[in-house]
């Protein structure tokens, strides 16, 4: 099978290691940061970043983005929004992005949008890949899969503690990008720090020898969580940790290098 | 074991879990091993003679079944048809909310659960699983809004008392769709040894047949009952309130292949289908997912879910089982809104005619009566969801 040409495989292509993915919520803390907060992770230096499209529902997070999911609606945030705040990115004169670009949201809005009007707009854009935790992973390849990939979109699929190896086997052949593992049994920011029960975990993932690359995200919030992750996968994946700091500390270059120093040392 | 089967009909449940275009699993995959571990499990637990057993001596014994089919004839005479309650308030805790959570209790505990998880919204359901959870000595966490903890307070109370722990929810609109949520949330973060017992016909498959198959009950007693005082199984009409559509489910099942029964669901319009205070989810919705699976949902243009309104805390949820949504979809049934003034009318008018206090979701379906242009020779069962003891204070606001 040969890789899509995207961004998000270019990167896995060139840095297997200690790659970080920065996770922040669309208009938040106010409707026009997005693209603010986008260019300071990019002159941060993370390596992917993951931009939440807020939802009224959002089942499998925990209270800190549910929190600034709230808020980015107030704010008037939409998927509609995003990619008029995301339009040019890619070919902005002074500071073009590079980095790669996942959306992470939850189904309802993407299929009141269009599923393909939605593929499409991200190709417009240069989104490079989605994460959407309530579209089933057999739905996905039965309806959606050849719309996804006729706009060179890649879907990024979660597994956890509890997923089984058939299952793993069946989404590493499907999908390609890279595997989200989500580090516990948990909705977001509910964890902190690396348990045995986590490590056992990750070593049965790692001597599974799987065809994507792995990201480890959930409870990742400083040093020590990023290199216990960086030990067992690629890298790793922040959200709630980056999101307080963002309400905290606020969306300034200054600020976003400070957390992300703080994070990949 | 049998694991899936094939759909008899169009209003059964497809093995991948659909009622024609709704339903379905739309859940993320840290639920993935818990909802098919149900999925795999529960046609087979459900078939078990000791389940069977279990399940109707408790049906019998604990919750009072089979329940009365009151001929109510002042109401009769006052609408012009006649008009059966099958009386689902006189079950224990006082609403049909118990027929489901005694046979999912009994489920979880075929799975070697040990702790409960729900979601309440009046807290009908919330207090029939604290009850059962007392029954069996399992541990019970009901969340429920913030909003509703404040007025449905008696149900609160009954809860603790019972032993279970009661969290509120406080996001979004602080109701039944934001407890519901948290009660997933909770389920995501305590996989393995937590059954969550969802108190409608909502949810990922398995749960809306699976809550389907245990209040179908009702319609299969009505039937009974009903050839035995008219001579017939097939009333013209059956009426019930849609929250989530529990109890609708129950009271249409042994009728839905029967074409000449009608299948009249009443949903709450709170201020008016128009006024953006209302929970009417078939004239305000379109399709879209909630809760896990594909159904019609109050929405905005960009998908985010709207925060409903109702007078009654069982009635305030965007969605609808996606039963009822092939149901409207399809025409098999037919969805009548109903504004709180004419529930609470409906639910005064009960009570003086009948001595029946109804609860104010069964309220709404007792109005839609009024909107039905029934005639004489009609016989019609409306399903009595529930007691109205927990509305007392909003009635008597009202009086
Ligand atoms: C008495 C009564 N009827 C109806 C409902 C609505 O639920 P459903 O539509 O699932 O029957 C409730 C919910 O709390 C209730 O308490």
Redesign the pocket.
Known sequence: MTLTQNRINDLFAQKSERLLNVYFTAGFPQLADTRTVLLGLQQAGVDLVEIGMPYSDPVADGETIQQSNGVALDNGMSIRQLFNQLDGCRTDAENPITVPILLMGYINPVLQFGVEAFCQKCQEVGVDGVILPDLPFDLYVDEYKAIFDRYGLLNIFLITPQTSDERIRFIDEVSEGFIYMVSSASITGSVSGISDVMKAYFERIQSMNLRNPRLIGFGINNTETFDAASANANGAIVGSAFIRHLQEQGTSADSIQRFVNGIRA | MQTTFEPQTSFEVSNKGFYGHFGGAFIPEMLYPNVEELRQNYLAIIAEPSFQAEFQNLLTDYVGRPTPLFLAKRLSEQVGATIYLKR??LCHT????INNTIGQILVAQRLGKKRIVAE??????GVATATVCALMGLECIIYMGAIDIERQKPNVDRMRMLGAEVRPARSGSQTLKDATNEAMRHWINNPVDTHYII????GPHPYPDMVARF?AVISLESRKQLLEKEGRENPDYVV???????????AFYHYLNEPTVRLIAAEAAGHGVESGHSAATTALGKPGVLHGSRTILMQTEDGQVTEPYSI????D?PG??PLHAHLFDSGRGEFYSITDDDALKAGFNLSKLEGII??L??AHALAALNYMSLTKSDIVVVCL???GD?DLSTYTKHL
Do not use: F, M
């Open positions: 689902e308030d006082g609403a049909h909310k309440t919204g009046a807290g009908q359901h108190g409608s016909v909502v209040q019930a309130c849609v929250g989530g559509g529990s109890n609708a489910a129950g009654s805390a069982g009635l949820y609808i089982g109804p609860a979701e069964t969801s529930g007691r927990k």
